[in-house]
């Protein structure tokens, strides 16, 4: 039985970053653009008050509500649609390994609608596992309320173990199904599952690894976010520090100066651009190398399509 290293599975987002710099920040572009157009679009459209809760009186301002709403969903599907194709130029990267390619493996083809099927379905399924789980944990849970209170206590304990476990046994194999469609080019649900076989617990032991890292780092870009915001606020002499006590006056203090923090914008979005597509990375670079661990076949992503 074929396995694999926890350890080079979660090293992997790493050096896909240091060997492809200019690619996760080209990810991070494309996965920031449709909402960054569509925040222009609606602060257009809207100004200030898109930013706070609409106070919705008669009939013009249900129909600008209504359209506010409309362009949200919009920009969600966009959204969505640019993750897609970043989630299958990821995995197509991973399998690469040192391989270059001219577009930053960015394609919009088989793959990717292989790619957004699948993970429809597996979103719908998930959903659908979810609502059995818990109506199972409910009916227990009737039956433990029966016990005595240390007994129930143990009881409730034992039923959330169980619960949270069957749940990241079945995501770390559910997590290899979109990049084994981009490895087989098809929809492979059976073979993404089958992959998995003896390795549930690794793969379980990868996602929460996954989870811990992604927190952390979440954490350290928060804190250098905000430095450098403050630091380039202050240099282009535009930053007032928010008030928590009256929010709006400081947007409103940000949109007299709209050339200054446009500016800041745009400085700001290089370094939120690759820390976006590190993230996209993280996520999902991690189960493209243990797909190309696991596989035996020798087929590869878009192998006649990469430069070396």
Not at 135 to 146: K, R
Not at 267 to 282: E, H, R
Request: charged share 15%; proline share 4%; hydrophobic share 60%.
């Amino acid at each position: 039985m074929k396995t694999f290293d926890i350890t080079e599975a979660l090293a992997e987002p790493f050096r896909q970053a240091m060997r492809r710099p200019m690619a996760t920040l080209v990810w991070g572009l494309v996965s920031l653009l449709p909402s960054i157009g569509g925040i222009a679009l609606m602060f257009h459209l809207f100004g200030s008050e898109m930013f706070f809760e609409p106070d919705v009186q008669g009939v013009e301002d249900l129909q600008a509500f209504f359209q506010f709403q409309s362009w949200s969903m919009m920009v969600n599907l966009l959204e969505w649609l640019g993750s897609i194709v970043v989630i299958t130029a990821v995995t197509r990267a991973t399998f690469a390994v040192r391989r270059r390619d001219s577009a930053f493996f960015l394609r919009v083809g088989w793959d990717e609608l292989w790619v957004l099927v699948a993970s429809l379905v597996v979103a719908i399924v998930a959903v659908i596992a979810v609502l059995i789980l818990a109506a199972l944990a409910i009916g227990l849970g009737v039956a433990i309320w029966q016990l005595p209170e240390l007994a129930r206590g143990f009881g409730y304990l034992i039923l959330g173990v169980a619960v949270l476990l069957a749940i990241l046994l079945a995501a770390g194999r559910a997590y290899l199904i979109l990049p084994a469609c981009v490895w087989h080019h098809k929809l492979a649900f059976e073979e993404g599952w089958k992959l998995g076989r003896g390795n549930t617990w690794r793969l379980a032991g990868l996602l929460i690894m996954v989870g811990i890292v992604s927190l952390v780092m979440s954490l350290v870009l928060l804190v250098v976010g905000v430095i450098l915001l403050m630091i380039v606020g202050a240099v282009l002499g535009g930053w007032s520090a928010p008030a928590i006590d009256d929010p709006e006056a400081w947007f409103e203090n940000i949109f007299e100066q709209p050339m200054i923090w446009v500016t800041v914008g745009v400085i700001m979005l290089i370094p939120l651009a690759w820390a976006q597509g590190f993230f996209q990375l993280l996520g999902n670079a991690p189960f493209a190398h243990v797909v190309r661990e696991l596989s035996t076949d020798t087929d590869m992503a878009d192998s006649s399509s990469e430069s070396v």
